[in-house]
């Protein structure tokens, strides 16, 4: 009796914040679908730009409101207005705003599904138009060649690139292995930006359910590592193992903790 009802009385918060939550998600991706166009006018980096601010509001703004708690952990080493190629766990779409929030002038592009870059308001415009790159996963080497275009562009104009090289997110919230080849391109194509290592945590809970509900309280953390230097003769697999070592320990001291 007493767990069902806890369990019942807990759904019942979790879909009532949920539902403001959601009407706001959608109003906002409505709302700012016209600004990033208007950006899009100035260039790649505006769009990316607003982009960031888009992602700020909603981590500031939108997650509280169904108790979304954030926690950002940030190296002193990171520069500003700086791009790197950030090489993160993955979970959830839920933690993207943590990136924009914790990386806003580095401009973080997004390396996605191609799949991606269609219906949604705002985000697959930002995704066909950003600093961003759509790759099809079923074409190996079309999306080889599309993370090249994407390092060399971001190392020219000087935004960053985010690549998750889980290759998809991790819905139970395990640490896959990190597949190397679309990092190791990205590496190759943009061999001027360091590298930032990252992990993140609690997206996979807050997606449980798809957003139908989102978990009332859910912690969000994410931790910004010291940049990996640059050089010719490196080794582009040591560094991807380092990046994947980092997220690992990241999780196994949350984790820890939180038990």
């Not at 973080?108 to 950003?130: A, C, D, H, Q």
């Not at 275009?149 to 998809?168: C, D, F, K, M, N």
């Not at 989102?214 to 003769?233: L, S």
Request: hydrophobic share 45%; proline share 7%.
């Amino acid at each position: 009796g007493r767990p069902l009802l806890s369990c019942s009385v807990r759904r019942v918060v979790d879909w009532l914040f949920t539902i403001p939550f959601l009407v706001l998600l959608v109003l906002a991706l409505v709302v700012c679908d016209p600004i990033f166009r208007l950006a899009r006018l100035l260039g790649i980096k505006s769009v990316g730009y607003v982009a960031s601010a888009f992602m700020w509001m909603l981590q500031r703004l939108v997650f509280p409101i169904n108790g979304t708690k954030t926690i950002i952990e940030k190296s002193t080493a990171i520069r500003p207005h700086t791009p790197y190629i950030i090489i993160s766990n993955h979970q959830s779409l839920y933690e993207f705003p943590l990136f924009g929030t914790a990386l806003f002038s580095n401009l973080p592009g997004f390396i996605s599904k191609v799949e991606n870059g269609k219906w949604y308001p705002t985000v697959s415009f930002y995704l066909r138009n950003g600093p961003c790159g759509l790759i099809d996963r079923r074409d190996h080497r079309g999306a080889i060649r599309a993370i090249t275009a994407l390092g060399v562009q971001a190392q020219r104009l000087g935004h960053s690139v985010l690549i998750y090289p889980e290759g998809t997110r991790a819905r139970d919230g395990e640490l896959k292995e990190y597949k190397r080849a679309g990092t190791l391109a990205l590496l190759q194509a943009a061999p001027e930006l360091a590298v930032v290592p990252v992990a993140v945590e609690g997206g996979w809970i807050a997606m449980k359910h798809n957003f139908l509900p989102v978990p009332f309280g859910t912690r969000m953390r994410i931790r910004v590592g010291d940049p990996i230097a640059r050089h010719p003769g490196e080794d582009s697999e040591a560094i991807v193992g380092q990046a994947r070592a980092f997220a690992a320990r990241a999780l196994t001291e949350w984790r820890g903790v939180e038990a």
